[in-house]
Each structure stands twice: as C-alpha cells, then as structure tokens.
C-alpha cells in the first residue's frame, strides 16, 4: 500500500505540470472504486484550472477554481503523467486531460483507491479528524508520550493510529521502531519521554529519507514519472522475518500486531 512517502513522491512529481493548468475533459473508464467516482466529475473538472496540488496524510488534494479532487491510491493505485490519447490499458480508469496536452492517469488494479470531489476537503469526514503531519512541528516526542498515558496497546499500532500522527503505516512504523531501539510488543503507555523523542526523531528521519528516495515500490507504486522508488533498498528490518539482522546478525522475528505482520530484532529492541 502507498504509504505516505510515497504520496508525497506522486505529489512532488506531478504538481509542476498540474498547477496552473486547465482541465479540458475527465475520461472515467472505471468508476467502481472504494467510493464510486461521482457521476459529475467531468462536469466538475472540465474548464477548471487547477491552483495547487497539496497532500494531507495519504490523501493527494487537487485543488480547482470549485472545488478539491480528493484522491487517494487505496492499495495498488498510482497516478502518472502520459500524453492525451495515449491508448489505455488494463485497470488505467480515469484519465484527467489537461488543455497542455497532458493527462493525469489514475491506475488502481485492486480498485481500493478514491476520487472523490469536495467543496471543503479538510472537514470532509476522511480528513477532519486527522493527527498532525509527522514532518511538521506539531509532532513531537511529547506528543507520542502524553497521548501514549494509560494505554495498555502494542506501541505499533499506537504510532499508527492516525488520530495519533498520520502517515506512519506498516513498512515506515517497522523501521522506525527498529532504529529508535523498540520492541514492537511494548505497550505503548510504559515507554519513557526520552525513548517516545527517540522514536518521533526516527519516524520523522526515516520518512524524509524514503521521500529522497522516492518511496518504497513492493509491487505496484511509481513515481508521477513513472519511475519505481528505491528505498526498499535500504529497509533494515520490514519483510525480513528469518533472515539475520544488518546490526547484529541475530535472527530476525515476525510477530502478528493489529493484524499486520510486524518483524523486529529481539537483541537490538527491547
């Protein structure tokens, strides 16, 4: 699944040949998504110039003269630039066709991704209850351990509640919590404010790093250019389970938290 950094990526990459631009016609081939595509989108777009292109959490906001295309890339989506008329292929369902020639177009094979239109995105109900950006100052060490009081969770799941701090999903929580020195399993409500500002200068370490390398591509995601990203080259612990820690050389161990397979090293977090 695109985790923040690589929506980020897809933001940097296709914002230049967005901003500015009008829209001269949707073409929907798919609109069976997670939430159907509104059946007057084209409508909506078409003859719009799009003013920014911003993201929020794991969600990309176009931003027109009207209104906010709220896009989201669910678990295989991608967006990439092609030339208009480029003939489609397979699970390539919306082309947004810009007057320069160009067209934005969404590929989702799972269909688990979103396009949905607002006219005041950030109190949509998908985004107005999110934490803060973890690159901003607004997420702290402190913020980690006030929240974290009383709680008897898993300090993994904790770091990935998005009411908590957005953007930190399964591969970005794995590795943070390995380089800050934390046992997945830890519950999150005994860990000190000095490993909780160990931890928050991890996350926001190893999500700007992997945003330089343009993401993690597992299966499905590239860039806005097309390109894959390149940071799962250097994952130390996520989707190592069994083999021998880059640190230590211990054995690395593969634990199921909320659901989600959670790898760590027993010598190195504790």
Known sequence: MPELPEVETTRRGIAPFLEGQRVSRVVVRERRLRWPIPEDLDVRLSGQRIECVERRAKYLLIQAESGTLIGHLGMSGSLRLVPVGTPAAKHEHVDIELESGLALRYTDPRRFGA????????????????????????????????????????????????????????????????????????????????????????????????????????????????????????????????????????????????????????????
């Open 115 to 270: 396009l949905l239109w607002s006219s005041d995105p950030l109190n949509h109900e998908l985004l107005r209850k999110l934490g803060p950006e973890p690159l901003t100052g607004l997420f702290d060490g402190e913020r980690l351990y006030q929240l974290s009081r009383g709680r008897s969770m898993a300090v993994k799941p904790f770091i990935m509640d998005n009411a908590v701090v957005v953007g930190v999903g399964n591969i970005y929580a794995t590795e943070a919590l390995f380089a800050a020195g934390i046992d997945p399993r830890r519950e999150a409500g005994t860990l000190s404010r000095a490993r909780y500002a160990r931890l928050a200068e991890a996350i926001k370490r190893i999500l700007a790093h992997a945003i330089e390398r343009g993401g993690t591509t597992l299966r499905d995601f590239v860039g806005g250019d097309g390109q894959p990203g390149y940071f799962q080259q250097e994952l130390f612990v996520y989707g190592r389970g069994g083999e021998f820690c880059k640190h230590c050389g211990s054995t690395l161990r593969e634990v199921k938290l909320g659901q989600r397979a959670s790898v760590y090293c027993p010598k190195c977090q504790r």
